[in-house]
């Protein structure tokens, strides 16, 4: 397995899932983003060896028994198929049956394996974050701005500078990587930053220009000359260096290839490099004569001549063919036939010279109609591209070129849609945000299988930001697109954010803090009540309690209370006193919490010898209901080492008849055997009988009104003022 290829890991959809950690299913063999060039989309389309694709794509874990073969389990009618979509670069792969049922004479077994639809999703390469979060800061500026106040255009300008900025960048930071750490995801990623850029500037060249008096041709041939990724950058230096240039294999093909690119420059500077060595007289006239013409070509660097521009390109093109019919075109050799046609200025003739549809294009534009406007592009187009669309290397990305030259913004959000979730998901954001295409003429019936009640810009965004899923590091920019997405956004970020792995406790706070500020009340509560669910597995009571608290589920926070006083009936003693403390800054309108503190503030004053203090306490819990009933006969067992202190009187006679009363009411309870079972067990450890209980209960009967006679004699004066006895 090669380095640095991003795995496909499990997708947000299968998470959702709940499947359990060892069962979620990633391909074996290194899978990467989806490759522009390659035509994937289209690829997917065809029939596929249905027996090979089986052996070399394999699950873990496999559907394919131990010790079986990829092959002989092909030959049972079992084959993997996959389904793609693009807007999340999610993969499905399920299990199929490889022919009809009705051609087999019986009927095919289904298994389990057969019904299980493992849900992929691309990995995001590392060395694409920086560019993710600087594109993110784009679009929040730009959805924060209005197009239509003054300054808007303006602003509409330095945002597709930006735009185009970070993907220059970007690919900077590429090729420079690329000459140390040469590996096919640095190769890869390169590739699909070259198609971002040279689909988003063809946009901006045909759908965005505020120069729109400028003709389409100087355009289009600058365009192709930044984006051309067939021509050998390095053949023209080579040929410099040749003796004999006019007689190389490659010189006039590379004449053409620059003539039909736009590249005047290029072809004028190694021709007069080679005029200057050419000894033969009739060549170098020759030569000349092929540069007079050169130097006359319309570009968007040079003025034209004088006169009307039709009249103007009229002439150049009459010049141009002159010259290919005149006896100069014999002394440059026959190889020089290519770069005749092109200056023959017949669109057939360039066309049949073109290696691609975009040096056919380039070449109609720059040699036939020169003042093409921009309206007037579709008769170039359906004349130049049916020798092209119909060859199978049209891909993709080049199905995407032809629409934005087709004016056609229907098919070129479509297709961005097939290509790239990122491409189409901002493209989509400038277009409709500045008003420069109908996104609502944008039918998405065979994209979306459900109904979709959003603006067409919202599907992308909320497809784009769902591909970001699967790098954790990424929730606020995945959060941050979501909350520019209407309601469908609103609704997706709620369910989606409560499944951010809250693994640390700054992490913790940032999502609950985003929760609260933007009003994700449903979230907010649903995450306290995850983080309070573990922090009660780790004894973190306090937090835990909190975190109940804000998620209003009071239910648990009496449950936590619970464990907390029976943990402490059971060892005799609290060992959380640091958690206790901090329990008592808790803002909490919780009774159980409330009884929770009065209690651990008894034991404390009793701890300290602050006997009538914590006297004092144990009848108020009692008196004001804060205890629950079913923790009373435990408080009034706790009251029994100060009704039998020696020394001095806690309780006087008003705080006896409370403890009496208290009592009495659980005796008397229809509920009497539910209230006691908290009784303490007998020395044998074993559950105390009901005549045990009885005597316990008749031993806090006694200690009551020996302390009630006393309370008369002795009455306490104050509750921190101890009374000693006499």
């Given at each position: 397995?090669?380095?640095g290829?991003?795995?496909?890991?499990p997708?947000?959809?299968?998470?959702?899932?709940?499947?359990?950690?060892?069962?979620?299913?990633?391909?074996?063999?290194p899978?990467?983003?989806?490759?522009?060039?390659?035509?994937?989309?289209?690829?997917?389309?065809?029939?596929?060896?249905?027996?090979?694709?089986?052996?070399?794509?394999?699950?873990?874990p496999?559907?394919?028994?131990?010790?079986?073969?990829?092959?002989?389990?092909?030959k049972?009618?079992?084959?993997?198929?996959?389904?793609?979509?693009?807007?999340?670069n999610?993969?499905?792969?399920?299990?199929?049956?490889?022919?009809?049922?009705?051609?087999?004479?019986?009927?095919?077994?289904?298994?389990?394996?057969?019904?299980?639809?493992?849900?992929?999703?691309?990995?995001i390469?590392?060395?694409?974050?920086?560019?993710?979060?600087?594109?993110?800061e784009?679009?929040?500026?730009?959805?924060?701005?209005?197009?239509y106040?003054?300054?808007?255009?303006l602003?509409?300008k330095?945002?597709l500078?930006?735009?185009?900025?970070?993907?220059?960048?970007?690919?900077?930071?590429?090729?420079?990587?690329?000459?140390?750490?040469d590996?096919?995801?640095?190769?890869?990623?390169?590739?699909?930053?070259?198609?971002?850029?040279?689909?988003?500037?063809?946009a901006?060249?045909?759908?965005?220009?505020?120069?729109?008096?400028?003709?389409?041709?100087?355009?289009?041939?600058?365009w192709?000359?930044?984006?051309?990724?067939?021509q050998?950058?390095?053949?023209?230096?080579?040929?410099?260096?040749?003796?004999?240039k006019?007689?190389?294999?490659d010189f006039?093909?590379?004449?053409?290839?620059?003539?039909?690119?736009?590249?005047?420059?290029?072809?004028?500077?190694?021709?007069d490099?080679?005029?200057?060595?050419?000894?033969?007289?009739?060549?170098?006239?020759?030569?000349?004569?092929?540069?007079?013409?050169?130097?006359?070509?319309p570009?968007?660097?040079?003025?034209?001549?004088?006169?009307?521009?039709?009249?103007?390109?009229?002439?150049w093109?009459?010049?141009?063919?002159?010259?290919?019919?005149?006896?100069?075109?014999?002394?440059?050799?026959?190889?020089?036939?290519?770069?005749?046609?092109?200056?023959?200025?017949?669109i057939?003739s360039?066309?049949?010279?073109?290696?691609?549809?975009?040096?056919?294009?380039?070449?109609?534009?720059?040699?036939?109609?020169?003042?093409?406007?921009?309206?007037?592009?579709?008769?170039?187009?359906?004349?130049?591209?049916?020798?092209?669309?119909?060859?199978?290397?049209?891909?993709?990305?080049?199905r995407?070129?032809?629409?934005?030259?087709?004016?056609d913004?229907?098919?070129?959000?479509?297709?961005?849609?097939?290509?790239?979730?990122w491409?189409?998901?901002?493209?989509?954001?400038?277009?409709?945000?500045?008003g420069?295409?109908?996104?609502?003429?944008?039918?998405?019936?065979?994209?979306?299988?459900?109904?979709w009640?959003?603006?067409?810009?919202d599907?992308?965004?909320?497809?784009?930001?769902?591909?970001?899923?699967?790098?954790?590091?990424?929730?606020?920019?995945?959060?941050?697109?979501?909350?520019?997405?209407?309601?469908?956004?609103q609704?997706?970020?709620?369910?989606?954010?409560?499944?951010?792995?809250?693994?640390?406790?700054?992490?913790?706070?940032?999502?609950?803090?985003?929760?609260?500020?933007?009003?994700?009340?449903?979230?907010?509560?649903?995450?306290?009540?995850?983080?309070?669910?573990?922090e009660?597995?780790?004894?973190?009571?306090?937090?835990?309690?909190?975190?109940?608290?804000?998620?209003?589920?009071?239910?648990?926070?009496?449950?936590?209370?619970?464990?907390?006083?029976?943990?402490?009936?059971?060892?005799?003693?609290?060992?959380?006193?640091?958690?206790?403390?901090?329990m008592?800054?808790?803002?909490?309108?919780?009774?159980h919490?409330?009884?929770?503190r009065?209690?651990?503030?008894?034991?404390?004053?009793?701890?300290n010898?602050?006997?009538?203090?914590a006297?004092?306490?144990?009848?108020?819990?009692?008196?004001?209901?804060?205890?629950?009933?079913?923790?009373?006969?435990?408080?009034?067992?706790?009251?029994l080492?100060?009704?039998?202190?020696?020394?001095q009187?806690?309780?006087?006679?008003?705080?006896?008849?409370?403890?009496?009363?208290?009592?009495?009411e659980?005796?008397?309870?229809?509920?009497?055997?539910?209230?006691?079972?908290?009784?303490?067990?007998?020395?044998?450890?074993?559950?105390?009988?009901?005549?045990?209980?009885?005597?316990?209960l008749d031993?806090?009967?006694?200690?009551?009104?020996?302390?009630?006679?006393?309370?008369?004699?002795?009455?306490?004066?104050?509750?921190?003022?101890?009374v000693?006895?006499?």
């Amino acid at each position: 397995m090669s380095h640095g290829i991003p795995l496909i890991q499990p997708s947000n959809t299968a998470l959702n899932l709940d499947a359990a950690a060892s069962k979620r299913s990633i391909f074996s063999a290194p899978t990467v983003d989806l490759n522009p060039t390659h035509g994937m989309i289209h690829q997917m389309e065809q029939d596929q060896n249905d027996d090979e694709y089986v052996a070399i794509l394999h699950l873990d874990p496999s559907p394919i028994g131990k010790g079986v073969l990829a092959s002989s389990w092909a030959k049972t009618n079992r084959t993997l198929r996959s389904t793609f979509r693009p807007t999340t670069n999610e993969i499905a792969v399920y299990v199929a049956g490889r022919k009809a049922a009705e051609e087999f004479p019986t009927k095919q077994r289904s298994t389990v394996e057969d019904n299980t639809i493992f849900l992929c999703q691309a990995a995001i390469p590392e060395s694409r974050i920086p560019f993710i979060k600087q594109t993110f800061e784009v679009f929040l500026d730009i959805a924060s701005k209005d197009p239509y106040k003054a300054g808007g255009h303006l602003d509409f300008k330095q945002h597709l500078q930006r735009y185009y900025k970070a993907i220059e960048e970007h690919l900077a930071h590429l090729y420079v990587e690329s000459k140390t750490n040469d590996t096919l995801e640095i190769e890869q990623e390169t590739i699909l930053l070259e198609s971002f850029s040279a689909v988003w500037q063809l946009a901006e060249a045909v759908f965005l220009t505020s120069d729109r008096k400028r003709p389409i041709a100087f355009m289009f041939s600058e365009w192709l000359a930044t984006h051309d990724t067939t021509q050998d950058s390095e053949l023209g230096k080579n040929l410099l260096t040749e003796p004999s240039k006019l007689t190389h294999p490659d010189f006039w093909p590379y004449i053409r290839r620059c003539l039909l690119r736009g590249m005047i420059e290029s072809a004028t500077f190694i021709l007069d490099q080679t005029l200057n060595e050419e000894e033969d007289e009739k060549v170098a006239n020759a030569l000349e004569a092929l540069l007079d013409v050169l130097h006359d070509i319309p570009t968007s660097e040079k003025t034209l001549p004088p006169g009307e521009p039709h009249t103007r390109h009229m002439k150049w093109q009459e010049q141009c063919k002159k010259f290919t019919k005149s006896e100069h075109v014999k002394q440059l050799g026959k190889d020089a036939t290519g770069v005749m046609k092109v200056l023959s200025c017949n669109i057939e003739s360039i066309i049949d010279v073109s290696e691609r549809w975009e040096e056919a294009v380039s070449g109609t534009f720059l040699f036939v109609d020169t003042d093409c406007e921009r309206e007037s592009i579709g008769p170039i187009l359906e004349t130049c591209l049916p020798p092209y669309l119909e060859s199978t290397d049209v891909s993709l990305l080049d199905r995407i070129k032809i629409a934005i030259l087709q004016l056609d913004d229907v098919k070129t959000i479509r297709l961005c849609g097939e290509f790239h979730p990122w491409l189409v998901a901002h493209l989509s954001t400038v277009l409709q945000q500045y008003g420069y295409l109908d996104m609502g003429a944008v039918d998405l019936q065979d994209i979306v299988t459900q109904g979709w009640d959003s603006s067409i810009r919202d599907f992308f965004l909320i497809g784009y930001a769902q591909s970001l899923m699967s790098k954790l590091s990424l929730w606020e920019i995945v959060a941050g697109y979501l909350l520019e997405c209407g309601h469908t956004g609103q609704t997706t970020l709620s369910e989606w954010i409560c499944h951010v792995p809250l693994d640390s406790s700054e992490k913790a706070h940032k999502v609950l803090k985003f929760c609260e500020d933007n009003g994700l009340t449903d979230s907010l509560r649903s995450i306290n009540r995850v983080m309070a669910v573990e922090e009660e597995k780790r004894g973190e009571y306090a937090q835990a309690i909190q975190h109940f608290t804000i998620s209003k589920d009071l239910d648990r926070v009496a449950k936590v209370v619970d464990n907390l006083v029976l943990g402490y009936l059971e060892r005799g003693h609290f060992e959380l006193d640091d958690s206790l403390a901090s329990m008592e800054k808790l803002d909490t309108t919780s009774s159980h919490v409330h009884f929770l503190r009065s209690y651990v503030e008894f034991h404390r004053n009793y701890k300290n010898g602050e006997f009538a203090v914590a006297g004092e306490s144990l009848v108020k819990m009692l008196s004001s209901g804060t205890a629950p009933k079913k923790y009373w006969i435990n408080l009034l067992l706790d009251a029994l080492p100060l009704l039998e202190n020696k020394q001095q009187v806690i309780f006087d006679s008003n705080h006896t008849f409370v403890l009496m009363q208290s009592l009495e009411e659980i005796v008397g309870s229809q509920h009497r055997s539910e209230y006691i079972r908290l009784l303490p067990q007998t020395n044998s450890g074993s559950t105390s009988t009901e005549e045990e209980k009885e005597t316990q209960l008749d031993a806090l009967r006694l200690s009551l009104t020996r302390n009630l006679a006393r309370s008369f004699v002795h009455p306490p004066r104050r509750p921190d003022q101890d009374v000693v006895m006499a």
